[in-house]
């Protein structure tokens, strides 16, 4: 099993809709979980922190379970500017060394 | 306050030459991490530096490849004799001490070998 894994996708959605990723972890002694975005050909960019008890910025909304291992990622009202790469960050305690999922793609579409 | 810095953006090899990549961390950070990215693939840690000290490099192949960061001047990850399986796009991230895990990527460098 992979230590960090997300569905793939494509996730086609049309504006306005919500949609919702996981993302599994493998190590249960994992502390520390992220979402990035990457667009097309740049650089990943930090979208949000993920805390035990959730964490909302606008419209997204990151949650933790730990009992099942996976953290999720929620959007609302999805904008064609939304459509990229979201990519799962995890660590584990003791480590410097992030691991990244490789990566679930959104497309937005009018 | 200027982001990560990488040059060059693109750099195109042939097999055998050597690569040298480098990257300017944010101001006022003292950790550089370089990640490899193949098409359609997660990103693969590299190497962790701190200004003069390597503090894991165990994402790094065996052969050919170094890094490096030293107390002036950029971190250079440094590709020899390339092979086109060095093909890929090379991304540098830096971060605060204490904070390893918000990580701030620069625009990444786009090996190709021919």
């Known amino acids: 099993r992979k230590e960090v894994e997300q569905d793939p996708g494509p996730f086609n959605v049309p504006e306005g809709a919500t949609v919702a990723f996981n993302c599994t972890y493998s190590?249960?002694?994992?502390?520390?979980f992220f979402w990035y975005r990457q667009d097309c050909r740049k650089e990943p960019k930090l979208l949000m922190s993920?805390?035990?008890s959730g964490n909302e910025d606008g419209r997204f909304t990151a949650q933790l379970n730990r009992a099942s291992q996976y953290i999720s990622l929620l959007i609302r009202d999805s904008k064609l500017s939304d459509s990229a790469t979201y990519l799962c960050v995890v660590n584990t305690g003791g480590s410097y060394i992030p691991t990244f999922g490789r990566g679930t793609s959104l497309i937005v579409h009018p | 306050n200027a982001g990560v810095m990488q040059n060059p953006r693109h750099l195109v090899r042939r097999r055998g030459q050597e690569a040298r990549l480098r990257c300017s961390p944010m101001k006022g950070h003292s950790h550089v991490y370089w990640y490899r990215q193949l098409p359609e693939e997660g990103l693969k840690f590299m190497v962790y530096?701190?200004?003069?000290?390597?503090?894991?490099e165990s994402g790094m192949p065996k052969e050919r490849f170094s890094a490096e960061f030293p107390k002036e001047g950029p971190s250079i990850l440094r590709i020899q004799q390339v092979v086109r399986g060095d093909s890929a796009a090379y991304f540098c991230a830096s971060s605060v001490p204490g904070q390893p895990y918000e990580q701030y990527f620069g625009p990444g460098t786009r090996l190709t070998v021919t």
């Open positions: 190590n249960s002694a994992s502390q520390s």
């Open positions: 993920v805390y035990s």
């Open positions: 530096l701190q200004k003069e000290n390597i503090i894991d």
